[in-house]
């Protein structure tokens, strides 16, 4: 079954060198679809034409996409992506290999109550992964995305993965841990951690109290891959409610800050177009929108405007 829903991982102008180390330091890594900024929108997106737009890579089965957009976003670690490793071997080659170029850890690799062999770090493009031993582990994703709600948003974390369940089908929890008693700035109760599945993909997430002054960001988002315009208006629709914001280009946030691209799967065929000037009207078109109409894009690939 094709992954519905696709972090998005938004670089400077670092993406292709972005995706070649993380293909040095993941076994199990793929490279597919990578489109180019045309003419059109020059005057928005300031890219030189064919500069890379987005990469499409998988790293140990979950697909991702690089977006090349400029300095305007940074990653922090209120999304990291979380690495279920068999071996203390298998950690320690990881933890080398990610820690190249990089800051001072969030968290030094060693021994801790959830696991005897365990590390955070940001990597030199500032992206977060936790990495850690699971012995005896059941069937399960390689990489598991971690949303970590803080600073304001810090105790909304079970209520997000509630509304995320009700807005995605094939959705279960997990599991939940809570903070308990005598585990102050958590307030007892609060998630710890929490795993959910959402159209069938494994993720988490965490509240945490502690000081971070770092909250969700346009950074990473989740990109979900719509079909029809059915799913394009559901999707839409159910993430602005109750305080989310509508953005451009498919893009919102929700109540909660976090960030979604809602796209249509047709939109990067056209892009890929090998004629520029269906690529220009395309990319003019979807420039101009915030939810995406798909009726809207076809007339545009097609020469028309009525």
Not at 283 to 293: Q, S
């Amino acid at each position: 079954m094709r992954q519905k829903i696709v972090p998005c991982l938004w670089f400077d102008r670092e993406a292709e060198k972005a995706c070649n180390f993380y293909s040095a330091a993941f076994k199990n890594t793929r490279v597919g679809i990578i489109t180019h900024y045309s003419k059109a929108g020059f005057d928005v997106h300031h890219m030189p034409e064919d500069t890379v737009l987005t990469i499409e890579f998988e790293i140990e089965g979950l697909r991702f996409v690089a977006l090349n957009g400029g300095p305007l976003f940074k990653f922090n670690p209120s999304v990291s992506f979380l690495v279920n490793c068999d071996t203390k071997e298998e950690v320690d080659f990881l933890w080398s290999k990610l820690s190249r170029g990089s800051g001072p850890a969030l968290m030094e690799v060693g021994s801790y109550p959830m696991s005897e062999r365990y590390g955070w770090l940001e990597d030199k493009y500032g992206l977060s992964w936790q990495i850690m031993l699971v012995k005896n582990r059941p069937i399960q994703p390689k990489i598991v995305p971690t949303l970590m709600f803080t600073e304001a948003q810090s105790g909304n974390a079970e209520s997000a993965v509630n509304i995320y369940m009700n807005i995605f089908e094939n959705s279960a929890l997990d599991h939940i841990m809570r903070y308990g008693q005598g585990e102050e700035p958590d307030k007892e109760g609060t998630v710890k951690h929490a795993g959910f599945t959402l159209e069938g993909q494994s993720f988490a997430a965490m509240d945490s109290k502690r000081v971070h002054n770092f909250n969700f960001s346009e950074a990473i988002s989740f990109m979900i891959e719509c079909r029809n315009q059915v799913e394009i208006d559901h999707y839409w629709g159910r993430l602005t409610a109750d305080g989310g914001q509508e953005g451009v280009c498919g893009w919102l946030k929700d109540k909660f800050g976090f960030s979604w691209q809602v796209a249509p799967l047709i939109l990067n065929e056209m892009l890929r177009d090998s004629d520029p000037d269906k690529v220009a009207r395309v990319t003019n078109a979807f420039m101009a929108m915030k939810k995406f109409n798909i009726s809207m894009l076809k007339k545009a690939y097609g020469g028309t405007t009525k």
